[in-house]
């Protein structure tokens, strides 16, 4: 099934006390191309944040308003793209390969949804296929997605969810990076 990649990019990093996190560097490519290269299958991909530079072309978007949160990133992000199937991922997602994201868009079935969950179990909402019209809803139900919680927002959706992966591990802290 033809799908597009929306990866959000526009975080602060704050907890790496303002430094890039798109950019780090994790065995010689930076997170942000290890996600755009699991989802070099995309039909189309987008990239929401500031442009930088990548391994593949990819459209680049910011939400609006600037620093609006990941709700308002997603809105920014499914402006591009016409597949039926949307694969959200955040760009600090460095376990994350081609092969997971083809499971996730061919396991959707009949749900809104498939995600990954993490290796400690918990659901990761940022690294989910999406069925796009039930994602576009969810959004467009909250009104103005400055500031919205990703979990409040989705909530009603009908998501299923992997096994505990380590492609579903994000990067929050310098110690998540040496796990």
Known sequence: ?????????????????GVD?????????????????????AASTVVVGPVRTTYRKVDWTVEDP????????????????????????SCDLPWITAADVRALVDGVGEHDGLGLRDTAGQEQQLATAYRRTALAAAIAQVGD???????????ALDLTWTDPTRAGDDVDTWADLDD
């Open 66 to 89: 600037p620093s609006g949160g990941p709700v308002a990133g997603l809105a920014a992000g499914l402006a591009n793209g016409t597949a039926p199937v949307v694969v959200v991922v």
């Open 21 to 41: 996190k798109a950019m780090l560097v994790l065995d010689g490519v930076t997170l942000l191309d290890r996600v755009l290269t699991a989802t070099a299958e």
């Open 1 to 17: 099934m033809e799908f597009d990649a929306v990866v959000l990019a526009g975080g602060g990093s704050t907890r790496f006390g």
């Open 145 to 155: 997605p400055r500031d919205k919680s990703v979990r409040r927002t989705l909530a």
